[in-house]
T-cell receptor, first 115, second 108 residues
Framework: ETGVTQTPRHLVMGMTNKKSLKCEQH?????MYWYKQSAKKPLELMFV???????ENNSVPSRFSPECPNSSHLFLHLHTLQPEDSALYLC??????????????FGPGTRLTVT | GQNIDQPTEMTATEGAIVQINCTYQ??????LFWYQQHAGEAPTFLSY??LDGLEEKGRFSSFLSRSKGYSYLLLKELQMKDSASYLC?????????WGAGTKLIIKP
C-alpha cells in the first residue's frame, strides 16, 4: 500500500458504542493529524502528533481519544458520541509538524454516522 | 481572529478559464496552500506559495500577494474532471488554517 490509508471507510454507531478509527501512512513522515470535516465548514484540526508526541489538541471533547503508537500509525478512539459528531474524519501526514510549511497528504477518510 | 474567505460555489464552462479567490487574515504566515477535493475523496495538494507572484503548474496557476492577504487559483482549459471543491489554507504559526472551500461546477 502507498500513501495514507484509513479504516473503516464508513462507520455507523450508536451513542453508547465504543469504536476506533485507524490511520496508517507509508510515506516515512513524522507528523500525523486528525481532522473533522463537516458539510460547508472549514476543516477542523483535532489533534497533531509530531514524532509520536501530541503537540496540538484543539479543545476536542474527551469522547475523542487519540493514540499514536509509532510514526506510521494513528488511532482515534470514540465513545459516547453525539449525533453532531457525524462527519468525515480525515487523517493526514506530513514530513514534520512543528511548522506549517509542508504539504499534508490525506487519507480517504472515515464517514461516521452517529445514531 | 483568524479568517479565510473564499466563495462558496462557482460555475464555469468546459474549456473556459476560472479564477477562485481567497483572502486571509491570520496571525503568522508560512505560506498558502491550495488543495483539490473531489466529492467523497481526500483533499490532494495542488500548489504552495510563500513569496509574492504567480506559480504556474500546467493548467493550474496560483498567485499570492502577502501585502493584500490575497491569493487566487487560476484553472485554464477547464475539463469536466475539474469539478471539485478547492480548499485554500494558510500556514499559521503551528498549523494550517483552512477556508471552507469553493465548490466548482463545470458545465458542458
Amino acid at each position: 500500500e502507498t500513501g495514507v490509508t484509513q479504516t473503516p471507510r464508513h462507520l455507523v454507531m450508536g451513542m453508547t458504542n465504543k469504536k476506533s478509527l485507524k490511520c496508517e501512512q507509508h510515506l516515512g513522515h513524522n507528523a500525523m493529524y486528525w481532522y473533522k470535516q463537516s458539510a460547508k465548514k472549514p476543516l477542523e484540526l483535532m489533534f497533531v502528533y509530531n514524532f509520536k508526541e501530541q503537540t496540538e489538541n484543539n479543545s476536542v471533547p474527551s469522547r475523542f481519544s487519540p493514540e499514536c503508537p509509532n510514526s506510521s500509525h494513528l488511532f482515534l478512539h470514540l465513545h459516547t458520541l453525539q449525533p453532531e459528531d457525524s462527519a468525515l474524519y480525515l487523517c493526514a501526514s506530513s514530513p514534520e509538524g512543528l511548522a506549517a510549511t509542508y504539504e499534508q497528504y490525506f487519507g480517504p477518510g472515515t464517514r461516521l454516522t452517529v445514531t | 481572529g483568524q479568517n479565510i474567505d473564499q466563495p462558496t460555489e462557482m460555475t464555469a464552462t468546459e474549456g473556459a478559464i476560472v479564477q477562485i479567490n481567497c483572502t486571509y487574515q491570520t496571525s503568522g504566515f508560512n505560506g498558502l496552500f491550495w488543495y483539490q477535493q473531489h466529492a467523497g475523496e481526500a483533499p490532494t495538494f495542488l500548489s504552495y506559495n510563500v513569496l509574492d507572484g504567480l506559480e504556474e503548474k500546467g493548467r493550474f496557476s496560483s498567485f499570492l500577494s502577502r501585502s493584500k492577504g490575497y491569493s487566487y487559483l487560476l484553472l485554464k482549459e477547464l475539463q469536466m474532471k475539474d469539478s471539485a471543491s478547492y480548499l485554500c489554507a494558510v500556514g499559521g504559526n503551528y498549523q494550517l488554517i483552512w477556508g471552507a472551500g469553493t465548490k466548482l461546477i463545470i458545465k458542458p
